[in-house]
């Protein structure tokens, strides 16, 4: 039982992350960081901000023991003014975790699992939020979280070994009356160690290396009409996500790029995509598109009905829904051929569906 609990208390106690195939971090091109201890300065005015620092295009990889979701790799997502977006990559899971420095705090806003696509819920609203980090930075700082639990500095010089190297580092205690979590932020580098102890368990996960460059991996499915055989295709294209990379500009992309002139395009060069967003709970995409598609893709009922499948196809895939709405400039889709009702959604469909050789 103790194994199953662990998997949902880990990805807030260890700020953690079954990993879809099609995820993974750049390991060719990255450069593992220097990392060197920070000298201790007991009389100084350091802030949250140089002990959890927001980083582009980083990744950070932490061993785990004890447990085997205690391993992770922590990705930059978004960075939006003073909130941070993370994608944690773990053995059981992948998850986006908000956190904000606001008011002299380090707050853990919004976190979802099962996060296997590209997505920004940094604009989360939450009044509920955890604080993990408060200042002043000093020992004896202490706060009391929802669930009743202490949380405190319990040293600010604390000699500390991970694989990465030694440091000196805060240490946060969290108590409650089952368990006890250690939490060890350093000068400008953030969160290198947690220790999470019950019951004679005892779960540690350790910084390893930190890599610069580093992009999130994807591979994608893209459906493509292949009018001529009267068929769909698709083609597997790596995709690599940088931090604040935007997601509809990268889709409009390979919507527009067929692998050969026989192919159909799925979106024409003069439209963009407005919006794109998931309702997970619905299991619906939704995808909003400038007014001028129907126009630009002067297509027959036929072609025009692979399109639109083709669409749905790629973004159900990639989301892991099974339904799609597709409107136009916020009204609902409707051409001399196909007229869709408000919030009617088109389903997915592989029948038939090759892949292209």
Known sequence: MKKYILIFLLPFILLTSCNKPNTNAEKDKSENTKIETPASDKNNNYTIKNYFPFKENIRMKYEGK???????SVYTDYIQGDRIQLRIVNPGTTSANVLEIKDGELRAIASQ?????????????????????????????????????????????????????????????????????????????????????????????????????????????????????????????????????????ILEKNFKEVPNKNINKVMPENVKINKVSVDSKANIVKIDVTDNFVKEMNAGSGLEAAILRSITNTLGDYYNVDKVSITLSGKPYASGHIILKENETLKVDYKGVSEYK
């Open 66 to 72: 004890g447990n085997e979701f205690a391993e992770k």
């Open 113 to 249: 699992g099962e996060f296997y696509h590209r997505d920004s819920i940094i604009d989360t609203k939450n009044d509920n939020y955890e604080i993990l980090l408060k200042e002043p930075l000093a020992k004896g700082t202490s706060w009391t979280l929802a669930n009743g639990s202490k949380r405190f500095i319990s040293d600010v010089d604390k000699e500390i070994e991970t694989p990465a190297g030694k440091f000196k580092a805060i240490e946060v205690t969290t108590e409650d009356t089952e368990s006890k979590t250690f939490d060890y932020y350093v000068l400008n580098i953030g969160l290198v160690k947690t220790v999470f102890q019950s019951k004679g368990l005892e779960v540690i996960t350790s910084l390893q290396k930190i890599e610069e460059n580093v992009p999130v991996i994807q591979t994608v499915k893209f459906y493509y009409p292949n009018y001529n055989e009267d068929k769909i295709i698709f083609v597997n294209r790596t995709l690599r996500f940088n931090t604040n990379n935007d997601l509809k500009s």
